[in-house]
T-cell receptor, first 113, second 114 residues
Framework: DGGITQSPKYLFRKEGQNVTLSCEQN?????MYWYRQDPGQGLRLIYY???????QKGDIAEGYSVSREKKESFPLTVTSAQKNPTAFYLC????????????FGAGSRLTVL | AQKITQTQPGMFVQEKEAVTLDCTYD???????LFWYKQPSSGEMIFLIY??????QNATEGRYSLNFQKARKSANLVISASQLGDSAMYFC???????????FGTGTSLTVIP
């Protein structure tokens, strides 16, 4: 079955540590997105990528980094520069230009201790 | 200004009744798409329904329909014959075709009462 796999589902991190969240899709989608969800604030865009080796900052990119070396993979690194990283992170993808519907992964919940 | 506004933080509906979840949007782009997603307690976002700005008719998908009022910039979701499994968070979203971003509202928590 095609879909988006996010791992790990739950992650605990000590302050000052970087952590990488994995996002893999087998849908052959061109575009991939990372969102952060906090209670009462909906989804906020961190980064998105339209094609391999290219990505753009979203509204809250500070303290995060991404890479897009392969079409199917779009990992997100939460760096120690992110002041309040505890949140639910959602990865999404869509086929590409003109295609509208975002398909989401199951999410990763990061807790900083 | 907020691109998507959902003014109902929480809603209750009796099982088998219909419920309307409100969504207003703000854009100057004549071409855009409007979406509704459902998020159960598991966290995954499930696509429900889509409406294009040039679509003449309101979109429908099974028990879901989108009440699209372009002049008022509203895109309300109507769920008919509510079921217990409809209890979840519901998010309205918009994509302006000149860009690649999707804008999400803050969501409405729907609880279906037996």
């Amino acid at each position: 079955d095609g879909g988006i796999t996010q791992s790990p589902k739950y992650l605990f991190r000590k302050e000052g540590q970087n952590v990488t969240l994995s996002c893999e899709q087998n849908l052959n989608h061109d575009a991939m997105y990372w969102y952060r969800q906090d209670p009462g604030q909906g989804l906020r865009l961190i980064y998105y990528s339209q094609i391999v080796n290219d990505f753009q900052k979203g509204d809250i990119a500070e303290g995060y980094s991404v890479s897009r070396e392969k079409k199917e993979s779009f990992p997100l690194t939460v760096t120690s520069a992110q002041k309040n990283p505890t949140a639910f992170y959602l990865c999404a993808s869509r086929p590409g230009a003109g295609a509208n519907v975002l398909t989401f992964g199951a999410g990763s919940r990061l807790t900083v201790l | 200004a907020q691109k998507i506004t959902q003014t109902q933080p929480g809603m209750f509906v009796q099982e088998k009744e219909a419920v309307t979840l409100d969504c207003t949007y703000d854009t100057s782009d004549p071409s855009y798409g409007l979406f509704w997603y459902k998020q159960p307690s598991s966290g995954e976002m499930i696509f429900l329904i889509y409406q294009g700005s040039y679509d003449q008719q309101n979109a429908t998908e099974g028990r879901y329909s989108l009440n699209f009022q372009k002049a008022r910039k509203s895109a309300n979701l109507v769920i008919s014959a509510s079921q217990l499994g409809d209890s979840a968070m519901y998010f309205c979203a918009m994509r302006e075709y000149r860009g690649n971003q999707f804008y999400f509202g803050t969501g409405t928590s729907l609880t279906v009462i037996p």
